[in-house]
């Protein structure tokens, strides 16, 4: 899938995958595609800048583990990570409903 079609959701799909665990960054993208069943194949130059973004606004917080002798950033959703996830949810439903009434509309008197 075209990285630009993800534009304006890839913050939301980013806080999704760790919402309920911390994971690191490639653990991200392979959560991501795994979910997507491997329509969504980000590449690290989009995934990485999105969770730097993330963490400035305070929707994520990272810390340096080291996992097999390397050291790997993990990051977790913070409590406005939360309440950030639970507004995307919210905005995405109401998205998807009015454009599946554009794209599907019911017949008149139906």
Known sequence: MDPNTLRGHLDALILAVVEHEPRHGYAIIEALQERSGG????????????????????????????????????????RAGRAELADQRSSWLEFTRAIGQVLNPRPQGA
Request: hydrophobic fraction near 40%; aromatic fraction near 10%.
């Open 39 to 78: 329509a969504l194949d980000l590449p690290t130059g989009t995934v990485y800048p999105a969770l730097r973004r993330l963490e400035r606004a305070g929707f994520v917080a990272s810390e340096w583990d080291v996992v097999g002798g390397r050291r790997r950033r993990t990051y977790r959703l913070t």
